[in-house]
């Protein structure tokens, strides 16, 4: 399925992480949704809620959290009253980025083509 990891590179320490598991965790629309958000620089939980359609505060709230145990988000709490809480990202997410705006764009280049070939294919008989 996906190439074998070269020798050079450390193995993935418990709990296990394959690439499939890495792949899967960053490429989940909301996942994709919160780093491309974050990438303009912080955010707050209000902005990341306003600025992504359809998540509701308890999938925003999860995909922070799974984002934040990964290392590709970091929360700061600022002790203000009330306190208020930012979401950034990590060098790693930065890395990433690249990859997630080339998907993005590859995505918004090709949905039209997308959506006609789905027609297409529900419109085949049987």
């Not at 499939?20 to 989940?28: A, L, M, P």
Request: hydrophobic share 40%.
């Amino acid at each position: 399925m996906f190439p074998r990891r070269p020798d050079d590179m450390p193995e993935c320490g418990p709990p296990a992480c394959s690439v499939e598991d890495v792949i899967d965790r960053v490429g989940s629309k909301w996942s994709v949704s919160i780093l491309l958000v974050a990438s303009d620089g912080p955010v707050r939980f209000s902005g990341l809620e306003r600025a992504i359609p359809g998540i509701s505060r308890r999938m925003l709230t999860l995909t922070l959290r799974n984002l934040e145990r990964d290392g590709l988000v970091v929360r700061t709490i600022f002790p203000t009253v009330p306190p208020r809480v930012e979401y950034s990202l990590t060098p790693m997410a930065v890395e990433l980025q690249a990859a997630l705006v080339a998907l993005a764009g590859w995505a918004r280049l090709h949905r039209g083509d997308i959506a006609d070939a789905r027609a297409r294919y529900d419109e085949r008989p049987g």
